[in-house]
């Protein structure tokens, strides 16, 4: 099962769409609120205003992670421009996503700034992650590799933890399939602690789909455990400290394809982490030394399919980063240490691991950024990076943002890699030492026209890749595959009428093919050409009552060759503030109750209703 769950991380994902609640660099949607300076810290590493950024950002932050329900980051993410997510089924199941039309491993998932992704797979389960004690979700689509490394090819996902409510929050919710959910988060000083406690059985019916009969759907449960704590200290001082740690335990169920059930498979997932940050502020830089580790172990157990498959993988990170501003320009550098280590064990609990895996990295690199009075901004990036036993690689980064009277234009051109995972290098009999890394050469050009309060964007890229890895029909990888994707991502939002604020996303990837030569051009997998979502949100304002409608049509994509049906699902909530700090909310999932697989052989459930209590 670990060489079918290999198989499957690989894969290439579809796009989703807008949301009228994020904010936004030069692109896609602005903020909510125009005359607000909203700060973000990923795009080019630093602290700044959004607005000097120029590739696409966007935040998801507490509220609209509260607002919507979203229990895990993937849930968070689905109504933002350029994501694509594919779930194996209701909570607890894989969620695989992508930025742009890139894979999971060619999306970089970071937590509060550091690579967070498993060592042996190159991704992580954004489909049982938390949300539990996270502030913000920073969102950059397009290539990232000259700041962050390997990964970073479609965009990044920067979840940060911290900054809890003074007042305690605490949500209940009880809903259909058994899910149940319960939160508490509390504030005090500069420190905050967050947990969760997480249930579902997930027992399901489903229809005849994709020559499968009907069924029951069993051995789909799960149960989550998070529990989060932060640190930051004031920012007036010389020195500031952001420290943090979490730790998340899920256990579920595997019921397998429906092709191949596994009806008694079970797996545990165990995450835990640590940062700790200290940053000398000058007069003008800010010089920060950054330690971070992370850990994990899962455990596969399926005793009809050759028992018990473990993992245990561990990243360590030590960086030094230095900003220096001066009015109209400002310079960060910086020097990347890691370590990524992974124990594989194909036998039982009482076999010893029989691969045993590492791979470290050095990177040093810089981008300069240019403001030219109040007309355009340039920047000039370059990363130079050596990862043991794959070679060196040099990738290049440059960009402009350009004001058209109210409107913006911005143009990026920049190299991204991806180096092979230990899985890919070492695991035993379905692994390659010969693979090199993916490069791919990324450009895009975004233009945003506010309309007073309402917005439209046009987000255009395209991306060249060679040396792709992809399992051959042994589940081997093989650098054989070249690719070519291109698209436009299309995004409005109206002003507010009465509160009411409506949002249309569309995205057209035109062009996704496997362009190997000695292989006829093929559309790649999970990549329909036309997504689009429309969306209608009321928040609460002077007003009781909250409530928010998204609908999503989802086209025709290909997997494995074969041609599938595209999917139409409406999700929506009503909150009613009872008191001036209880909120009650009702929540529906695919309210029409549409049936249908997202991937061959593992059908989404129907409607699902859950009911909410929480403070504000």
């Known amino acids: 099962m670990h060489v079918v769950t290999r198989a499957l991380l690989g894969a290439a994902f579809t796009l989703a769409l807008s949301s009228a609640a994020f904010a936004q660099s030069a692109n896609p949607t602005p903020s909510p609120q125009p005359s607000e300076i909203v700060h973000v810290t990923t795009a080019d590493r630093q602290d700044e205003p959004i607005t000097l950024t120029t590739r696409p950002t966007f935040i998801v932050d507490r509220a609209q992670i509260q607002q919507r329900g979203a229990r895990t980051i993937a849930q968070a993410l689905e109504d933002v421009p350029g994501i694509s997510l594919f779930s194996y089924g209701p909570y607890g199941a894989l969620t695989n996503y992508g930025v742009l039309g890139a894979t999971s491993a060619q999306t970089l998932v970071l937590l509060n700034g550091f690579p967070v992704a498993a060592g042996s797979t190159g991704s992580i389960d954004l489909g049982t992650f938390s949300t539990a004690g996270v502030e ?350 291109a698209g436009l991502v299309v995004a409005a939002h109206t002003a507010p009428y009465h509160g009411i604020v409506t949002t249309l996303g569309v995205t057209n990837l035109y062009r996704a093919l496997n362009t190997t030569p000695g292989q006829p051009m093929a559309r790649l997998d999970f990549e329909p050409v036309m997504t689009t979502v429309l969306g209608l949100q009321k928040a609460f304002g002077s007003s009781p009552i909250a409530f928010g409608i998204d609908a999503e049509v989802k086209g025709p994509h290909n997997e494995g060759g074969v041609a599938r049906d595209g999917a139409t699902t409406i999700d929506a909530y009503v909150r009613a503030r009872l008191a001036r700090s209880l909120i009650a909310s009702l929540r529906a999932w695919n309210i029409t109750n549409e049936r249908y697989a997202p991937i061959l052989g593992y059908p989404a459930p129907g409607r699902a209703i859950a009911v909410e209590l929480s403070t504000k």
């Open 136 to 485: 913000r979700i920073e969102i950059v689509e397009g290539a990232g590799s000259t700041l962050y490394g390997s990964s970073a090819v479609g965009g990044i996902v920067n979840i940060i933890t911290g900054n809890e409510p003074a007042k305690p929050y605490v949500e209940l919710s009880d809903g259909t399939l058994g899910d149940r959910d319960a939160r508490v988060a509390l504030g005090f000083g500069g420190a905050g602690i967050a947990y969760e406690r997480h249930i579902a059985t997930n027992v399901y019916d489903y229809p005849a789909m994709d020559g499968f009969p009907a069924g029951t759907r069993v051995n789909a449960q799960a149960a989550s455990t998070a529990l989060r704590f932060d640190y930051r200290s004031g920012s007036n001082g010389a020195y500031t400290i952001d420290a943090g740690a979490g730790d998340q335990a899920v256990t579920n169920g595997v019921p397998g394809a429906l092709g191949f059930l596994t009806p008694q498979a079970l797996q545990a997932d165990a995450q835990t982490d640590a940062h700790l940050s200290v940053t000398r502020h000058g007069r003008n830089s800010a010089l920060t030394l950054s330690l971070s580790g992370a850990r994990g172990a899962l455990s596969y157990n399926d005793p009809q399919n050759g028992g018990e498959t473990d993992t245990y993988d561990a990243r360590d990170q030590l960086s030094l980063r230095e900003v220096v501003g001066s009015r109209g320009s400002s310079l960060v550098a910086g020097v990347d240490l890691s370590r990524e280590s992974a124990l594989l064990n194909l036998g039982s609990a009482n076999v010893p691991p029989t691969a045993t895996a590492a791979m470290s990295q050095g990177a040093a690199y810089a981008q300069y950024r240019a403001t030219l009075g109040t007309v355009a901004i340039v920047t000039v990036g370059l990363r130079g990076e050596h990862d043991a036993p794959e070679g060196s690689v040099l990738v290049p980064a440059v960009g402009t943002s350009v004001n058209l009277g109210a409107a913006r234009l911005a143009l990026n051109y920049a190299g991204t890699f991806r180096a092979p995972t230990l899985d890919d290098l070492y695991y035993p009999g379905f692994s390659n030492p010969s693979l090199v890394p993916e490069r791919s050469k990324n450009f895009d050009a975004d233009l945003s026209v506010p309309l007073g309060a309402a917005a439209f964007s046009v987000d255009w890229f395209d991306r060249a890749a060679t040396n792709l890895i992809a399992l051959d029909q042994n589940f081997v990888p093989q650098n054989i595959a070249q690719a070519s994707i």
